[in-house]
């Protein structure tokens, strides 16, 4: 079976992404204790006890073909601090989602997160052949909504209703879920978009 988005590693000067292992599991640890990521109500991040049941989970979906995980490795210190995806595949249609993303505190706001975008929008446009790339995000993930905002996606529209909420400080609750897209007609002035942010970074 010939499959849409096989693994691959990807390597930028400020990240490499690697695809998932059961090795990289006391890294992701470390990584997700650094700020408690998982108290935040409004998305889905694994507890430092959960971690390696969500990395069996990542990786029968990647058997199924419907999800390429990856590890994203600090090249400074050669650790994985976070974890992010090609999700919601769809070959027939040469769409994929960037997602399932989080990183540890420490690297956050910084150009990590900007290169780590710009090679994975790149292999799906570039490689892959994709005509979109969706992200998708809560209603109230405002952090996630401005970060993927200044990728240069633009709001499809809202999913009111979308899902059921079963993080234990919001059970229940409903999800209205944000559908953001880059298309392949728009990659020329994201690419050249992030790649004047990687060498303009923030300074605050």
Same mark, same amino acid.
């Given at each position: ?13 400020? !990240? ?12 992701? !640890?470390? /990584?997700?204790?650094? $700020?408690?990521? @998982?108290?935040? @109500?409004?998305? =889905?991040?694994?507890? /430092? ?10 990786? *029968?979906? #990647? ?8 590890? +994203? !490795?600090?090249?400074?210190? $050669? %650790? ?15 769409? !994929?989602?960037? $997602? *399932?993303? @989080?990183? %540890?505190?420490? +690297? ?8 780590? &975008? ?13 005509? =979109? ?18 990728? $240069?996606? &633009?709001?499809?529209?809202?999913? %009111? ?11 229940? =609750?409903?999800?209205?879920?944000? +559908?953001?897209?880059?298309?392949? *007609?728009? @990659?020329? *002035?994201? &690419?050249?978009?992030?790649?004047? #942010?990687? #060498? ?5």
């Amino acid at each position: 079976m010939t499959v849409f988005a096989p693994a691959v590693s990807l390597q930028g000067s400020h !990240v490499h992404l690697e695809p998932l292992h059961v090795t990289h599991h006391d890294d992701l !640890v470390d /990584a997700v204790r650094d $700020g408690e990521l @998982w108290n935040l @109500w409004y998305t =889905a991040i694994p507890t /430092a006890e959960g971690m390696a049941a969500e990395i069996t989970r990542r990786l *029968s979906l #990647q058997t199924q073909g419907s999800m390429t995980p990856f590890a +994203v !490795v600090d090249p400074a210190s $050669g %650790r994985a601090v976070g974890m992010t995806t090609y999700m919601n595949i769809d070959a027939a249609n040469r769409r !994929v989602e960037i $997602g *399932s993303t @989080w990183y %540890r505190r420490s +690297v956050q706001r910084g150009a990590l997160n900007t290169e780590a &975008k710009r090679l994975l929008l790149g292999h799906a446009f570039e490689t892959l052949n994709c005509i =979109a790339v969706e992200f998708r995000t809560h209603f109230f993930n405002h952090a996630s909504r401005r970060a993927i905002e200044r990728l $240069g996606a &633009k709001l499809d529209g809202i999913l %009111r209703n979308h899902q059921i909420n079963n993080h234990p400080l919001a059970q229940g =609750a409903l999800r209205d879920t944000c +559908v953001y897209s880059i298309l392949a *007609s728009e @990659w020329p *002035s994201v &690419k050249t978009h992030l790649d004047y #942010q990687l #060498q303009h970074p923030r300074t605050s």
